[in-house]
């Protein structure tokens, strides 16, 4: 079944929106393979504001904001990946899921738990906050420069159009809390157990642990971002860029942005460790549970089976097919994630604070 197609597939409220825009009709009247609908949403978004509106603002009031602020193109390249993290995470929740046969696994149990990775009103009361914080930050922080710079009009669009993109930030964060907190929780609430036989060795779980590394480095991808748009007015000041992008950097970069960038950190560095370890010790106990009753099939199939110089196989048949499941049981992984995976995942996890770290030093 496709991922698109699947019952635990939740439908985001960017892809709605865009669907209820027209922006899907045009994916299909387009030429080509069929676009992603939130992608095209996206798109007439940032030509309306950077290629319209800014443009107005450039030739009647003020200066482009690339002008003034030349790193800014960094959050097209930002606004793109989250919409990319938003189609992968909510095709990847779903695949992973109908990869570990949930309904074969659980029969008769409920499975609508799974069948929403966020719910509407978690997206709604999210959104109203980030919002409303979101506001408040630029009518007392940023108001007085952007007024100075684009006047009233310019204020106004900023707050409307930031406002139209955190739908998009939202939907990132939502689900990657989705599928790093919330479905390892779902799962062992399930007692979802392992796929002994699975080619990978991984009892199901490998397109879990592809999931849970590849939403970690689109998140990780997102930091690298907000260092390019945070840092990068620095170091064009030092190198004598325009007036706009010097004063932008004038004072280095504030305290509150580093240790934003800190805590951004270590939230995904804590998201991985948590996800990862969490399936850990699912796929660990029921391997431990299946071992044991294994174990105790063989005591039951040998004679004094504390002598080993005396005990005898009661059964030779049934004793090497208990051997072989044992065998297999033993073999399988408990962690849904191979050397190369967590080698990849370490150089993720260090990256950015390093760079991060360096650019302090010599910015």
């Known amino acids: 079944m496709a991922a698109d197609e699947s019952q635990f597939r939740d439908r985001p409220f960017v892809e709605q929106i865009a ?57 097209i390249p930002g606004l793109a990946l989250a919409v990319l993290g938003i189609r992968y995470m909510s095709d990847g929740y779903a695949s992973a899921l109908e990869r570990l046969d949930l309904t074969d696994r659980t029969p008769g149990d409920d499975l609508s738990a799974f069948e929403r990775a966020v719910s509407p009103r978690a997206k709604v009361a999210v959104y109203a906050v980030g919002a409303v914080l979101l506001t408040a930050h630029v009518l007392f922080y940023m108001a007085p420069m952007l007024v100075s710079v684009v006047g009233v009009p310019g204020l106004i669009h900023r707050i409307v159009i930031w406002n139209v993109y955190l739908l998009f930030v939202v939907e990132f ?15 062992r ?8 036989y699975d080619p990978e060795n991984m009892g199901g779980f ?41 004063a932008a950097g004038s004072g280095g970069i504030p305290a509150s942005t580093t240790a934003f960038f800190t805590v951004a950190w270590v939230v995904g560095v804590l998201s991985i460790a948590h996800s990862m370890l969490a399936i850990h010790r699912l796929m660990d106990e029921e391997k431990q549970e299946h071992i044991a009753a294994l174990e105790a099939e063989l005591r039951d199939a040998i004679e004094e089976p504390y002598e080993i110089t005396t005990a005898e196989r009661a059964d030779e048949e049934r004793l090497n097919d208990i ?24 150089v993720s996890v260090l990256f950015p604070q390093a760079l991060q770290l360096v650019l302090q030093a010599t910015g």
């Open 206 to 246: 490998g397109p879990l642990g592809q999931l849970l590394k590849r939403s970690y480095y689109l998140y990780t991808a997102g930091l690298l971002l907000f260092l390019v748009i945070t840092f990068g007015p620095v170091y064009l000041n030092s190198i004598g860029a325009t007036a706009g992008a010097a």
């Open 173 to 187: 964060a939502l689900l990657y809390i989705s599928v790093h907190v919330s479905l390892p929780r779902r799962l």
């Open 19 to 75: 669907s209820a825009l027209g922006f899907d009709r045009l994916s299909q009247a387009l030429p080509g393979p069929a676009l992603y609908p939130p992608s095209l949403l996206l798109a007439a978004l940032l030509v309306y504001d950077f290629g319209v509106v800014n443009t107005i603002f450039h030739v009647t009031i003020g200066p482009h904001i690339f002008v003034t602020t030349p790193t800014a193109v960094a959050s």
């Open 323 to 346: 051997e072989r499941r044992l065998d297999q049981v033993r073999s399988t992984r408990v962690y849904p994630a191979s050397f190369t995976m967590w080698s990849q995942i370490a």
């Open 189 to 196: 609430a399930a007692d979802v157990g392992l796929f002994y």
